[in-house]
């Protein structure tokens, strides 16, 4: 039913079927079990993910955009294109991560509140959702769990036909693949729309343009191939498809409030194993 990935304070399990269309990967972790990671401040950068967090204690976001904070229980956590500081008083009892692209089609919810927000998970399934976390929280043992969370899931996935927008999907695929290295006016070429129609699909899908997700995944393409040993600032720029060393900069500071070699001396907290 699934597969399991297990690092140092995180477990991670991937099912296998058809649930994958929905689901990318579960996790369990403990790293907010330990008191000093309890309630103090954690850098979150963007990963391309949305995450549905399951916790019976507070979870404090702060993003970007000083004027926004929430603090919550369990929750989705939409796709990040921007940073955001977290506090969390303890380990939640698990995390959820969807294809960012689907989530919106479960529900009423336009993609775009999704994004760069938190919203309480009975907002997208319905009061009827607290059935299930209850459950969960209930259940002894992580298969338990896993197990209902499939069953949940394919319940719901066979009430809601998925749409397919093969169009859209190998536009996203392209970007994530190239890392962001793709001109719009040509992707959009290639598969046969307008540059505006393409903009349509990706604000409809995943709540951002084609712009903020080559941008995003550029980022993410850069943060991977960090090489500490290397001196040259410059030509990790131009090998991550940045203008220059100070786009590059410029970019890092949008992301993660702070430039590469701070972003880089600094602790990731939960994010050092799975970004």
Known sequence: MYKVNKLNYIENYHFT???QSLITCVFVETFFSKPQNQWTRNRIVPDNTVELILTGKKFKRVF???DKSQTLRSHFAGLKTQWQDIWVEGSPLISIR???DVLFQL????AVEFKNNAIPPAEVF???FTHLEEELFNLQNTNDRLKRINDYFTTVMSKVRLKNDRAFHYAKNTIEQTHG???IHDLAERIGLSQKGLENKF???LGATPKEYCRLNRFIG???TYNSSSSSLTKWAYDNNYFDQSHLIKEFNHFTGTSPSAYFADSKGIQEEIL
């Open 222 to 224: 850069s943060v991977k």
């Open 98 to 100: 969807f294809q960012p």
């Open 107 to 110: 529900s009423r919810i336009k």
């Open 17 to 19: 079927g058809d649930i």
């Open 203 to 205: 604000k409809r899908y």
């Open 126 to 128: 319905g009061p009827g």
């Open 64 to 66: 970007s955009n000083p």
């Open 181 to 183: 290295d793709v001109r």
